[in-house]
């Protein structure tokens, strides 16, 4: 299955929340056991990462079971640190067997605050 294609823009300084369903042929993949983790970089040659979120505790990433859903969050504070500009991203799924599926892929920019 190749990673599907979703663009992203985030303010910064602004809570962030966006929330991805994943389904195979209409029917939700139950991600209970799986991990996912998410990296924003400059370029996909870039050794640097801006932005990394995982499933881990705090990590900004919650898994939503049987329902196949994946919530992406920061903070105003979170959002905040990051700087703006044009980067690019992807987010992978990792089951319990191992397996990783890149979900999606795509730009990723973040739009600078103006009021602080």
Not at 75 to 101: F, M, N
């Amino acid at each position: 299955m190749a990673a599907g294609s979703l663009d992203i823009t985030i303010e910064q300084g602004a809570t962030w929340n966006l929330v991805l369903t994943w389904k195979i042929s209409g029917t939700p993949v139950n991600l209970t056991s799986y991990i996912a983790r998410l990296q924003v970089r400059v370029d996909v040659d870039d050794t640097e990462t801006v932005l990394s979120m995982t499933t881990d505790a705090g990590g900004g990433i919650v898994l939503g079971g049987a329902l196949g859903t994946i919530t992406l969050s920061r903070s105003a504070t979170q959002t905040a640190a990051v700087a703006s500009g044009e980067y690019v991203y992807d987010l992978e799924l990792q089951s319990s067997g191992g397996e990783v599926t890149r979900l999606v892929q795509g730009s990723f920019t973040v739009s600078a605050e103006v009021t602080r």
